[in-house]
Nanobody, 123 residues
Framework: QVQLVESGGGLVQAGGSLRLSCAASGRTFSTYAMAWFRQGAGKEREFVAGISRNSGWTTYADSVRGRFAISRDNYENTVYLQMHSLKPEDTDVYYC????????????????WGQGTQVTVSS
């Protein structure tokens, strides 16, 4: 497994932007598909975005498509989530996740998780 640490969360006004980072340990980062999920209190963990091992393919939840962008740097062992035009409903704890095979939209299929970073969007 790979160890993941998220950062970059915080408080932002509606319409603002944030960039989340997820740093991975180990030398095998490039073998993992990566994804971002989010979860609010009392809610299931929701898929936000995913990226393939070589960045050749990305996918997004309908709720964030056109506003969020996922990217990765395999030399820096880091995956990013750039978030624009943030809305109050984007308020959640955001988690990055890794799995050896391709991107999947269900949390149960991921092997490694970070501790999460809080994003709060005020209206």
């Amino acid at each position: 497994q790979v160890q993941l640490v998220e950062s970059g969360g915080g408080l932002v006004q509606a319409g603002g932007s944030l960039r989340l980072s997820c740093a991975a340990s180990g030398r095998t980062f490039s073998t993992y598909a990566m994804a971002w999920f989010r979860q609010g209190a009392g809610k299931e963990r929701e898929f936000v975005a995913g990226i393939s091992r070589n960045s050749g393919w990305t996918t997004y939840a309908d709720s964030v498509r056109g506003r969020f962008a996922i990217s990765r740097d395999n030399y820096e062992n880091t995956v990013y989530l750039q978030m624009h035009s943030l809305k109050p409903e984007d308020t959640d704890v955001y988690y990055c996740a890794a799995r050896i095979d391709g991107v999947r939209p269900t949390a149960e299929e991921y092997d490694s998780w970070g501790q999460g970073t809080q994003v709060t969007v005020s209206s």
